[in-house]
Structure formats: structure tokens, C-alpha cells
């Protein structure tokens, strides 16, 4: 068994654009000529963008428009009234604020703490072949298995015996648990994809081990690297259920406000946040997108 | 270069900090809830088991009882809410599955805008948070929602989806689809172009194309799809919480009632190891599939 950075058939290269291999590759003959578009007609083609288009943009338009309204009656396609007040009674409330500030705190606190346990781990995994590599590598995995709010419960007792309920740390504890998967995995066949020719003809031009890692090997994985670390940071700007469990009620972020939001603001104010709370998860994921539909992410989840 | 006795060490030393995590804080919380599933209520689990309402316990620790299983299993609400978390997997994996594959066929056999336009759309749910996502959906199939009011607009009167299991599933196709996506798309990106190119000129249609050469090279990447899409669908919380019915529910909504608005842990424990059991078995493919991937090409 060997961590050998063998590319299979069945692997796309992972620095490349998604769409590239099939534009750039794929002959004319098979491209237009005898393509489905051809084969179940332009109608279907299109009918089927529209149900797609409308399935996962429909509801975030629908709600985003909300954010803007004054009011607004059903059947009407849009709302009575255009208004920013509910901005206003978002950006007014300081309970609102502070947890916008402390989603942020913890996202980039779990961000850098899953990088420094995780990051080394991904290394070794990609190469070193240690006793129970495989097994240890899947075991990961299984934290995926039991339920999140499972986990939680279970967690309840052990959190209590340290004292970590309603602690900073308890909460970072629980968010880095969540990006574990993703942080070693992801860097994990970043690593592998660099070629050891590479490195080993930095080491035979003289570099010692930690110049070819730092002029070598991480520079090469830095776009699995990067991908990982802003599905961490994600990850945890996204964490509710353990949050509200194990942070309440000193800890409340934006997406465990989103909870009691729903239930006891107007839908404007809902909506209002859920924009502020979308933001940044597009902006940072539009960053790594080539990255991650350029098979980043889907060559992490193949273990080696 | 054969890997020096130091060698390997360091590597498990460097890979240590991970697992240590998960198993003090996955592993080992695990293993006590199972214990108090099992009627074990000292060491860890004594503030729990004080706190808590109707136990099946035991008074020494080398005794076990399932009579908390018991209880949980002759609970109809709980049988009808295992069906139902059950068949709303299956749903969605098959929903999922089929979408993407959909789409990646698109993308792999033509160049049209049609095909950018799906593959763009379809990572889109990755860009936005559960919570809102679940919300947003609710509003949009809800009895005042889009659905609702364009139908209405043309005289039709449109079901409401709002609160129900068809918003459940949804919500969890939506979620899922950016991840299934991008592994489907993935592998079949991976097929050869000869390849192809061979079966079309030996005169195979389209179909027998998808049939025989590209779906069997594209197997793994969508076992790992599917399975990823069920184990998370399993326990799912945050789309059946906002968007599903107050019955049934899914379990994963279940559990945390059960922990927190009725104080039966033991119960709550109970189904998140019930959960577990079932999600391993779909784990179990996923791992077979890639030792089956890593045999083929010689890395076993």
C-alpha cells in the first residue's frame, strides 16, 4: 500500500477548469452533432435550465425581495410597498450585532485551530505510510455517520464533566469538529497530487526537507489548501444546532439568531439577516469556485 | 524508497492531533452514550441520568439492559418517524443522484450554454447557509408563497407545501446538490475521450454510451455522492426543523425534542444510535466502492 500520487483513469486533473476538459478535448462530431441537446431537443434543454433556474434561485429571490417590502398580500407576484426600514431594525439592535461580530470571531478562530491540527495530518496522510493509515483516514469519517444533534447529546455530559458548556472554547471545540472531514481530507489529496519528482529534484539541487515543503510542495497545494480552509470557515459561520446546545446562552451567533428570529420578528427582519448571513459565504466561496468545480473538493472525498 | 521504522512514526505522530480530537470528542462521547443507552447511568453520564425522566437503568456496570430500546422501538411515533426519515432518504439520494448525473452528462457531452448554465445553477446551494436555505424554501412553497400565488394568477389552485414531508424533501435535494453535483461531474469528467469516441464509432447510440462506458467508470464518484447525500440526509435537523410537519417528523428533529422539550435523553440516545446503524450501512458502501476503485488500479 502506497501513497504514491497515482492519477487513475477515472480522476480528473485537479487543477483544471471543470468545463475545460470537455470544451478543449471533446471532437466537434461528439460536442454538437450528436450531443442530447440534439437528442432530446432544445425545448427539453431549455425547460429543463428554467425548472433548475426556478428550483434553486426561485426560493432566495422570494425571500430576498422581503427584505425590501413594506408588506405583502397574497396572490401578488410582488410585495404592496418598497421599504429599508427592516435594515434599519436590524442594524439597530445590538443583540443583532454582537452576534455578527462573534460569528465572525468563531469562524476564523476554528478556521486557524482546524489548520493547525488538521494541516500537518493532511501532510502525513498524503505522505507518510504509517501502521493503520487507511483505517485512520476513514475513522474520520465516521464522525459523519452519528447524527450532529446525536453527537451534541452525547457531548452534553462530557462538556458538563469539563466545564465547557457555555464556554468560547466548547464552541470552538464543536465547530472544529465539524470541519475535520473537509480539513484533512481536502490537502490530504492536494498533497498527493503534487508530483514527487517534483520534490525530489528539489532535493537533489541541495534543498533540506522544509525548503522543498515550503518552496515545493505547499505552494502546489495551496488551492486544495485554500479550499479546505474556507469550507472550514464556512463551516463554522454556519453551525446552529451545537452552537445553541452548547453555547446558550452566552454564545449566540447568526445562525442560531436566525432560529429565534423566524419565530418571533417579522419576516422582513428574517430576511433582512438572512442576506447580512449569505454575504460572506458567497463572496468566500466565490473566490475558491474555480477551485472547488475544478474537482478540489470532489478529489478529497476518493480516499487514496 | 522503503519508509525507515522513524519515518512511519513521525508520520503517525504528524497525523495524531486529528484523530486524538474525534476520539475524545467523537469516539469517547459515543461510547458513553451507548453505555446509557444500554441503562448505565454513573460516572459520565450521573448528571445526565439525575436530570432525566423514565430510564431503563442498571445498578452495576457489567450489566446491560435494552429496555430503553425497548421503549423507544414499541413507541409507534417513534416507528412511523423511522419510516418516514428512511423513505425521505431514499427520496432524496435517488432525487439527488439523478440530477446530477443529469447535469454531468450535459456537461461531458456538449458545450452549450445549456450545459454551463446547469453546472453553474446547480453548486449555487453551496453558497448559502442550511438555516437560510431552509427558510427560504418554506416561504417560497408555503400557503401565501410563489408556488401558491402564480398558480393562483392562472387559476390554478397550487398544494401547499409549506410544513409538509414534499418540503422536506425539497429542501434536501437543494442542500445536497451542489455536493453530489460536483462529484458526479467530476468522475464523469474523468472518462476518456478515445473511449467515447470508440464506442460511438463502433456505432453505439448515446444511451449504450452512458450504459456501458461512461456510467461503470463513474461508479465510485457517485456511490460517494449518494452516500454522502443519505448519511446526511439521515440526520438531518435543520431543513425538517424549519420546513416539515409536527407529524411526522424525521429523527434527527426527534432526538433533539426528545433531549430537550419532553427530558428523555435516554430515548434521544437511543435514536441517534438507531440513526447511526443505518448510516453506517450506507457508509459501509462508500468505503467498499473506494477500496473496490483503489484494488482496480493496483493502489491496494
Redo the contacts between chains.
Sequence with gaps: ??SLP?L?????PTTSD??A???A???R????G????R?VGPVL??A??IV??L??????L??GV?AFATN?T????MPDGWTLQWWNTVFQDPNLQSSVVLSFQFAFVTMVVSAV??L??A???S???????RV?L??????????????F??????F??FNLMSTFLGVV?VH??GT?VF??WIPAAAFSAVPRSYEEAARDAGAGRFTVLRKVTLPLAMPGITVALIMSF?AS??E??GTYLVGNPEYITM?TQ??SL?LNYP?QV?AVF?IL??IP??VL??LV?KH??G?Q???G???? | MKPSRRHRLGGLALASPPLILVAVFVGFPILVALAYSLGQVGGLNSTIGTIATEQSTVDAWYKVTFGAYRTVFADPRFQRDLVVTVLVTLATTVIVVVLAWGIALYVRLSDSWVAKILSALAVVPMFIPVVIASWAILTFYAADGFLRSIAAHVGIEAPIWGYTITAVVIGLVWTNLPFATLMVVSGVQGVPDALIEAARDAGASIPRTVVSIIAPMALVPTVIAGTFTAIGTLGAFTVPYFTGPNAPKMLGVDLADYFQSFNLPQSSVVMAIVIFIVASGFGGVYVWANYRSAASSGRV
Design positions: 500500500m502506497t497515482t487513475p483513469a477515472t480522476t480528473t471543470t468545463t476538459p470537455s470544451t478535448a471533446l471532437p462530431t461528439a460536442g454538437r450528436r450531443g442530447p441537446a437528442l434543454s431549455v429543463f435550465v433548475l433556474g428550483f434553486v434561485l426561485g426560493p432566495l422570494w425571500l422581503r405583502w397574497y396572490p401578488n407576484l491540527l488538521c500537518p495530518a501532510y502525513a496522510f505522505r507518510f505510510d504509517f501502521p493503520g493509515r485512520f476513514i475513522g474520520l469519517f465516521a464522525t459523519n455517520a452519528f447524527p450532529r444533534m446525536g453527537l447529546v452525547a457531548l452534553a455530559s462530557l458538563y464533566a471545540i472544529v469538529l475535520v480539513m484533512t464556512l459561520f454556519d446552529a444546532q445562525p436566525m432560529y423566524v419576516p428574517a438572512s448571513l449569505a459565504s458567497a466561496l466565490l469556485r472547488v468545480m474537482g473538493l470532489a478529489e472525498f476518493q480516499i487514496r
